[in-house]
């Protein structure tokens, strides 16, 4: 009891996050928080990967990489541009971007999961063919 209160109280309390600042112009990162915010209301709630392929498709030269558009959406979420939700499928955790006024279709997401995950996609990982060396 007594060592279990010692250990509390002699750890640090996890430190305060101090609010992102973009480095770039206004303009440009208007430009780019327009079209991320575009692609979120078009297409529904979406994962990062989703939404970095989105991006590239676009054409956005704004941004340098995948890194700094995480940056950019954790810097939208702050200002409550956008808003991040979680969905649970079975064991496993899915984060999805959505806007605030877009009504998350969650059941859709959860179909693409299972469909990418089908059963004909596992025979070609588990037909490989044995060596025949003795």
């Not at 954790?74 to 541009?81: F, G, I, V």
């Not at 971007?97 to 969650?106: E, R």
């Amino acid at each position: 009891m007594f060592g279990s209160m010692v250990r509390y109280f002699s750890t640090k309390p996890k430190p305060k996050m101090k609010p992102i600042e973009l480095t770039m112009p206004p303009e440009q990162t208007q430009t780019i928080t327009r079209v991320i915010f575009d692609i979120l209301k078009e297409h529904g709630p979406l994962t990062v990967g989703d939404t970095w392929e989105r991006v590239k498709e676009v054409g956005l030269r704004g941004l340098t990489g995948k890194s700094h558009m995480k940056i950019v959406l954790r810097w939208m979420r702050e200002r409550q541009k956008i808003r991040l939700i979680c969905n649970h499928v079975g064991p496993h955790k899915q984060f999805l971007y959505t806007t605030w006024f877009t009504k998350p279709n969650i059941r859709q997401a959860r179909a693409v999961n299972n469909s990418s995950a089908s059963p004909t996609s596992l025979p070609l990982n588990s037909s490989t063919p044995k060596s025949t060396r003795g």
